[in-house]
């Protein structure tokens, strides 16, 4: 699907000589070899990755070798244990993905709550390399002491199923985070593509006060614009979009407008620049889009030909993929969504959303987390000095954290993980 006529592959990172890490065949270097230091000592957050899907659904587990094995008519799994090392990841928020389908066909806490255990599961079988984390300073213990740590955020407010009691026990089982919508409004708040309300609800403004109280980040990716200026208006914590472009790069509904941009500045949130090329860049998603219009009906009748195959199914959608291929954009697309928002609100308002696992293909040459540090090298290119490259890759999303829990109250969990008492 990609085309990799430009590149190189280099084992970078010794620690994990089984994982091949992409190089630009015209890398400078020294400027190469500072990329690779300054990513290792770094702590990296990365604000939503999807792999709990497959987690659920296809029976994945992170230590296994995810080799051959593919998403849906898509790339072969971004994600897994060798890859997170890789990558030099520090923290994952592990994405507790419901479909808006839920709000017809029901069942969505039940959803939530198999891919929370899911998560806790990876964890517990590999205590070496993993543990559960909910805050900042456990973000950084982890970082001293080798360790990735799985964070989670709910991905469609759908799970709470309209109780703020639901939504107060998703924090003490370990949820940081929560996107109000997917795709399809709740009964409270409207989506990017799905306007209903006019913006929050009553209800819906209730949903993030108590989000603040405890300490839960307001995540304001796929939700409209309305939305976001009223989260803006309602929060006293720093909010984030978790994995969301900005629209003055590519005007599309699922990224953020400047006017909101500006407003990080008072708010202190962060917006995780997504990695998906569709939201990256308007050539890119035209031609996605005209693609998936010509291929549907093709599609459709491998579906059914293919009902009981599942692996023969994505291998018949790569091939007709790879027949009609399409203008991808490259990971500088990534610095370039980076830019504008250092440009607008500035560089503390910078973090990384990829949403591995998520998105059908990643920026050429991306294939997974392992390639990360092409970022890094690439916003060093750019002139981003050392101290703005860690804020970018983890220190900001630390700041945003840290400052919602010192504004949170009631049920809080303290940085060594215990049930700190509730306030009145």
């Given at each position: ?11 970078t990172?010794?620690?994990t ?13 020294k400027?190469?070899?500072?990329a690779?230091?300054?990513?290792r000592?770094?702590i ?15 029976d ?8 051959g094995?593919?998403?849906?008519g ?17 923290g ?5 993905y419901?479909?808006g ?9 039940r ?17 070496k390399d993993?543990?559960?984390?909910t ?32 939504l ?18 709740t ?15 009553d209800?819906g ?25 009223d ?22 509904t ?6 909101v ?31 998936s ?20 199914f ?19 697309r990534?610095?370039?969504?980076m ?7 500035g560089v ?60 949170a109250?009631g ?10 008492k509730l306030?009145?």
């Amino acid at each position: 699907m990609k085309l990799f006529t430009s590149l190189l592959l280099l084992v970078t990172f010794a620690a994990t000589a089984a994982i091949a890490q992409t190089k630009p065949a015209d890398a400078d270097q020294k400027l190469w070899d500072r990329a690779v230091k300054l990513h290792r000592q770094s702590i990296i957050i990365d604000g939503h990755n999807d792999i709990t899907s497959p987690m659920v659904d296809q029976d994945f587990n992170l230590a296994d070798d995810s080799t051959g094995r593919y998403q849906i008519g898509g790339d072969p799994y971004h994600t897994d244990l060798k890859k997170l090392k890789a990558g030099g990841m520090t923290g994952e928020f592990m994405s507790i993905y419901v479909s808006g389908s839920s709000m017809t066909t029901g069942g969505a806490m039940r959803r939530a709550m198999d891919m929370i255990d899911a998560t806790y599961r990876e964890a517990e079988l590999n205590p070496k390399d993993l543990s559960m984390c909910t805050t900042a300073a456990q973000i950084r213990q982890a970082k001293k002491q080798g360790k990735i740590c799985l964070l989670m955020g709910i991905e469609g407010g759908y799970v709470i199923e309209d109780s703020l009691y639901a939504l107060r026990n998703f924090y003490r089982l370990g949820i940081r985070y929560m996107t109000l919508t997917h795709n399809v409004a709740t009964n409270w708040a409207d989506a990017h593509r799905d306007e209903k309300h006019g913006g929050l609800t009553d209800f819906g403004k209730e949903v993030v006060k108590e989000m603040n109280r405890l300490g839960i980040m307001v995540d304001i990716s796929h939700v409209s614009a309305k939305v976001m200026h009223d989260v803006l208006d309602l929060s006293k914590s720093p909010i984030i979009a978790s994995h969301s472009g900005v629209r003055g790069v590519n005007d599309h509904t699922r990224n953020v407008p400047d006017d909101v941009l500006k407003r990080l500045k008072a708010n202190g949130g962060v917006i995780n620049v997504v990695f998906y090329p569709s939201f990256l860049d308007e050539r890119t998603n035209r031609e996605e889009n005209e693609r998936s219009a010509k291929l549907r009906d093709q599609i459709a009748k491998l579906r059914e030909q293919y009902k009981d195959d599942r692996d023969g199914f994505n291998a018949a959608v790569r091939k007709l993929e790879e027949e009609n291929p399409i203008y991808i954009a490259d990971y500088k697309r990534i610095v370039d969504h980076m830019d504008h928002i250092k440009k607008v609100a500035g560089v503390e308002h910078i973090g990384l959303g990829s949403d591995y696992d998520g998105v059908p293909f990643l920026p050429t040459p991306m294939q997974g987390v392992q390639d990360l540090v092409l970022v890094t090298y690439e916003m060093l290119r750019r002139g981003y000095s050392d101290k703005e490259v860690k804020m970018v890759l983890g220190e900001n999303m630390l700041r945003a954290m840290e400052q919602n829990e010192k504004n949170a109250r009631g049920t809080r969990i303290s940085a060594d993980g215990s049930l700190m008492k509730l306030k009145k």
